[in-house]
C-alpha cells in the first residue's frame, strides 16, 4: 500500500523528520469496517482497548493488497483518537539503527501509533542496506518490545507471517 491509500481516512498529513515518514492525524472514521473474521475481530478489539490504555501493543496487520489493511489503520487511530506515523518501506533501505531509535523515540513522544507499511522484507533480514549497522529484526523486534504505544507491520508473504506469529501478540489476517 502507499501512502496515498491513507489520505482519504485522516483529515491532515505531513511529512515526518525523516525521509520515508509520514505524520498521520485528524481521523476521520471510515464509513464500513475492515472485513475480519470474528478471531481476528476480537484481537483487534483486545489491541485497540490495550493502546487507548496506554499499554505497549505489537502486531500484524497481513494480507494482500486491498484486503483492508489500511481501513484497519484507520479504526484503530479513531477508536484511540491517536495520530500515526506511517512508515515507508523505502525507510529501512537507507537509514541506519541510531535514525530508526529515533524514529521510536519521536514515537513514544508523539504517543503516535507506528505503522510500518510493507514490512516483510525488514522482518525477514532482506534489506539492502548490508554493514555493520545492518538493520536485522532482532533489533526491531527489541524496539518494538521497549516501546510503550503500538507497533503495527503490514505483510504479506506466509514467511512474514510465520515471523510475526512467533514474535508478536497480535496478529490480524485480513481477507
Known amino acids: 500500500m502507499k501512502i496515498q491509500a491513507c489520505k482519504p481516512y485522516f483529515s491532515e498529513h505531513i511529512s515526518g523528520a525523516m525521509a520515508y515518514t509520514h ?3 485528524g481521523v476521520i472514521h471510515p464509513q464500513r469496517d475492515a472485513p475480519l473474521s470474528e478471531q481476528a475481530l476480537a484481537q483487534f478489539k483486545d489491541a485497540a482497548s490495550s493502546t487507548k490504555e496506554g499499554i ?7 494480507g494482500s493488497s486491498g484486503t483492508g489493511k489500511t481501513l484497519l489503520l484507520a479504526n ?9 506515523i ?3 518501506k523505502a525507510f529501512f533501505d537507507a537509514v541506519e539503527k541510531s535514525r530508526i531509535s529515533a524514529l521510536f523515540t519521536f514515537a513514544e513522544k508523539q504517543k503516535a501509533i507506528l505503522f510500518f507499511d ?3 522484507p525488514l522482518l525477514m533480514g532482506n534489506t539492502s542496506y548490508a554493514d555493520e549497522d545492518t538493520v536485522d529484526p532482532d533489533f526491531i523486534f527489541k524496539l ?3 516501546r510503550q504505544g503500538a507497533s503495527i507491520f503490514t505483510i ?3 514467511e512474514a507471517l510465520e515471523r510475526c506469529k512467533m514474535r508478536l501478540k497480535y496478529v490480524v489476517e485480513t481477507n
Not at 505497549?56 to 497481513?62: G, I, K, L, Q
Not at 484503530?76 to 500515526?84: I, K, N, R, S, T
Request: aromatic share 10%; hydrophobic share 45%.
Open 144 to 146: 518494538v518490545q521497549q
Open 76 to 84: 484503530l487511530c479513531y477508536a484511540c483518537q491517536l495520530p500515526a
Open 156 to 158: 504479506s508473504t506466509s
Open 56 to 62: 505497549s501493543v505489537s502486531m500484524c496487520f497481513a
Open 23 to 25: 505524520i498521520l492525524s
Open 86 to 88: 506511517f512508515v515507508e
Open 118 to 120: 510493507e514490512a516483510d
